[in-house]
């Protein structure tokens, strides 16, 4: 026999041998194989059930729960769109009850809002964090408001670190509005170069920006 032909006769008696052994593993451990497809299959039925039956239902009731809210804070009635009156749930309520769907995820935004709003920075901050956004603009405001919210008690470095990430996350133009802040808030720690470097940023990449019209006084209030 040539080597070639010796060489495929045995390329085919080690398929064989797989095989064989892949049907004995099969037949041998044939329940634990079918309980454990069973359970996949139980498994992806109840999460599509759990959706269908549960949370897409849920999700329309939050969805019209937030929109009464979102006119009574369209007033500028930030406690009651809090706190929630005979008509409306408040957005602590709708994030607190409806806390897996989109809505109530919004709301915890919309709660921080209104703390801060009405001065209670610490109550906005724990709100602000709870809120996980995929809008950009949206989420990249709730990190400017959570750096506002530092700077409000004292807090510095940390508003820094905020408006810093609310920078370069954002747009032309909240990127230059969270730059400015942060080269204030440094100003008021004396680190002169850090706040040179962010007003330059906005003379040099957003000049035509509402802060760009004047940064040339802040680079000069700094450097003098």
């Known amino acids: 026999m040539s080597k070639k032909k010796q060489k495929k006769q045995d390329s085919f008696e080690n398929v064989e041998t797989a095989l064989s052994s892949a049907e004995l593993f099969v037949e ?8 454990a497809v ?24 939050a969805a019209n729960e937030i929109y009464k809210t979102q006119l009574v804070f369209a007033r500028d009635s930030f406690r009651v769109a809090l706190e929630g009156n005979v008509q409306t749930l408040g957005f602590k309520e709708i994030a607190s009850e ?3 769907t989109k809505s109530g995820n919004l709301a915890n ?11 209670d920075y610490n109550n906005a901050i724990k709100y602000l964090n ?24 004292g807090e510095t470095n940390k508003a820094i670190s905020y408006f810093e990430k609310a920078a370069s996350k954002g747009d032309d133009v909240t990127t ?27 003379k040099e990449n957003y000049p035509n920006s ?10 000069a209030r700094v450097q003098k």
């Open 210 to 219: 509402i802060e760009g019209e004047d940064i040339d006084k802040y680079i």
């Open 38 to 61: 069973s359970g996949v299959i139980l498994l992806v039925l109840l999460i599509l059930a759990f959706r269908s039956l549960y949370l897409k239902p849920r999700e329309v009731t």
């Open 98 to 100: 409806y806390s897996i």
């Open 28 to 35: 041998k451990n044939r329940n634990t194989i079918l309980y």
């Open 130 to 153: 709870r809120f996980d956004g995929k809008d950009k603009y949206l989420s990249t405001i709730v990190l400017g408001l959570t750096g506002d919210c530092y700077a409000n008690i």
């Open 176 to 202: 230059p509005l969270y730059l400015k802040k942060a080269g204030v808030a440094y100003e008021t720690l004396n680190k002169a170069d850090k706040a040179v470097a962010a007003y330059k940023q906005i």
């Open 109 to 119: 935004a919309y709660a921080g809002i209104c703390y801060y709003k009405i001065g």
